[in-house]
C-alpha cells in the first residue's frame, strides 16, 4: 500500500475531501516549484509529491501560519526535517486549510503563540521566544 501520490489516480482528491488539498508550493515570487497533495493528519502536514517521498512537518514544529486569498503558508522550526523555513503553497481552498488546521491545534492543545520568556544569568536578562517543544 503506498501514500496518495504512488497511485495511478492520485490527482483524483475531490475538490472537497476533508483533509486532502490540491496544493502547489510557490517561492518568493510566486514562482511555482511543484504541486502535490497537501494532507492534514492529527499530528502532522504531510505534502504528497509525484516525485518524492512525502515531506511532514509535525504540528508541534510549527512556528506560525496563516493564508491569504488563494495563498496558505506556515513557518517551521529547526528541528522539522525540512529545517526552520517559511513554505508557501497556491491552494483554492487556502481558507479551509488554515481552518482545519487551527481545529487540529486547538484539539491537541498545541499553541504557536510566541510568548517571551525572560531567563536571568548574571543580573542580566534576556529575552527568549518560546517556541513549542516536540517530545524527545
Not at 30 to 48: A, D, F, N, P, Y
Not at 104 to 130: D, F, G, H, K, Y
Request: charged residues 25%; neutral net charge.
Amino acid at each position: 500500500m503506498g501514500t496518495c501520490c504512488s497511485s495511478p489516480c492520485r490527482d483524483r482528491v475531490p475538490h472537497n475531501h476533508p483533509t486532502k488539498f490540491k496544493v502547489t508550493n510557490v517561492d518568493d515570487e510566486g514562482k511555482e516549484l511543484g504541486s502535490g497533495i497537501m494532507e492534514l493528519t492529527q499530528r502532522e502536514l504531510v505534502l504528497h509529491t509525484h516525485k518524492r517521498d512525502a515531506v511532514r512537518w509535525p504540528y508541534l514544529c510549527l512556528r506560525r501560519y496563516g493564508y491569504d486569498s488563494n495563498l496558505f503558508s506556515f513557518e517551521s522550526g529547526r528541528r522539522c526535517l525540512t529545517g526552520q523555513g517559511i513554505f508557501a503553497f497556491k491552494c483554492s481552498r487556502a481558507e479551509e486549510i488554515f481552518n482545519l488546521l487551527q481545529d487540529l491545534m486547538q484539539c491537541n492543545s498545541i499553541s504557536v503563540v510566541e510568548e517571551p520568556v525572560v531567563i536571568t544569568r548574571n543580573a542580566a536578562e534576556l529575552e527568549l521566544p518560546r517556541t513549542p517543544q516536540t517530545a524527545e
